[in-house]
T-cell receptor
Framework: DQQVKQNSPSLSVQEGRISILNCDYTNSMFDYFLWYKKYPAEGPTFLISISSIKDKNEDGRFTVFLNKSAKHLSLHIVPSQPGDSAVYFCAARLRRDDKIIFGKGTRLHILP | KAGVTQTPRYLIKTRGQQVTLSCSPISGHRSVSWYQQTPGQGLQFLFEYFSETQRNKGNFPGRFSGRQFSNSRSEMNVSTLELGDSALYLC??????????????FGPGTRLTVL
């Protein structure tokens, strides 16, 4: 039973355009959502998070949108840069025990 | 501040052996979590330790165990290794800030290959 789903295993976007990575979840007991970026041979790096009481959080080129009614969140990267090519993991924290559950990741390719 | 460190970075073992992986969290962090990453399953939570106590546990068999020491360093042990245990094992530490969210900082991982 996958509680955090990233349905697109990969995504290709032209440099300079907007990258939109999507994530769906099933458990309404998640109170925090996080995005991580991972390069090969490195551990994931925290990017941005959003509390379940908000619907948008922005940090530079990265914006996360949360739609609680649809149980959906998305990460927008604009403009996309070559260094953004990586695997992006969506994660959610369970309110009752602080356990963090990850999606399987989406590989983002930024095309020149 | 130094980041999360994991040793060794690479390890090759044979089936039936056991292995111990080590993780040193960021100074001041008291929570250490372990994850297994495989191509097909993504990141899967193994367990979390806080102040030397296991707080959470994922759905892994009892062959996977861990512990945390008083200096917050943590070890993970896998006994009777199976081929399917080949994976990248990631350790993450966090400060436990409930207000701003539980941001975890990951180490580079230990790549375990079981032959």
């Amino acid at each position: 039973d996958q509680q955090v789903k990233q349905n697109s295993p990969s995504l290709s976007v032209q440099e300079g355009r907007i990258s939109i990575l999507n994530c769906d979840y099933t458990n309404s007991m998640f109170d925090y959502f996080l995005w991580y970026k991972k390069y090969p041979a490195e551990g994931p790096t925290f990017l941005i998070s959003i509390s379940s009481i908000k619907d948008k959080n922005e940090d530079g080129r990265f914006t996360v949108f949360l739609n609680k009614s649809a149980k959906h969140l998305s990460l927008h990267i604009v403009p996309s840069q070559p260094g953004d090519s990586a695997v992006y993991f969506c994660a959610a924290r369970l309110r009752r025990d602080d356990k963090i559950i990850f999606g399987k990741g989406t590989r983002l390719h930024i095309l020149p | 501040k130094a980041g999360v460190t994991q040793t060794p970075r690479y390890l090759i073992k044979t089936r039936g052996q056991q292995v111990t992986l080590s993780c040193s969290p960021i100074s001041g962090h008291r929570s250490v979590s372990w994850y297994q990453q495989t191509p097909g399953q993504g990141l899967q939570f193994l367990f979390e330790y806080f102040s030397e106590t296991q707080r959470n546990k994922g759905n892994f068999p009892g062959r996977f165990s861990g512990r945390q020491f008083s200096n917050s360093r943590s070890e993970m042990n896998v006994s009777t290794l199976e081929l399917g245990d080949s994976a990248l094992y990631l350790c993450a530490s966090s400060f436990r800030d409930r207000v701003s969210g539980d941001t975890q900082y990951f180490g580079p991982g230990t790549r375990l290959t079981v032959l």
